[in-house]
């Protein structure tokens, strides 16, 4: 997988953990309560977790939602934030 192909496949695991967990990505954009260094960063930091083979199913069976990210998940801690 190309570097801007696996940026997109991450982008789409962060998007979909954000939703799973009813952290509002573009509302936070908007609000201010995330900066648009933040979201790149944080997709990068997706790019490096060990969970990322992981991920996938585990947002396919939390497609109702999940009060929290897995342990594994390396925006944990921002998603959090950004539920409250």
Not at 39 to 54: D, F, H, I, P, Q
């Amino acid at each position: 997988m190309g570097f801007l192909a696996k940026l997109d496949h991450h982008f789409d695991l962060m998007t979909r953990m954000s939703d799973t967990v009813h952290a509002d990505l573009n509302g936070s954009l908007a609000l201010e309560r995330l900066s648009a260094s933040e979201l790149r960063n944080a997709v990068l930091a997706c790019t490096g977790c060990e969970g990322g083979k992981e991920c996938p199913d585990w947002l396919d069976s939390h497609a109702d939602g999940a009060e929290e990210t897995p342990d594994y998940c390396r925006n944990r801690n921002l998603l959090q934030r950004l539920r409250a």
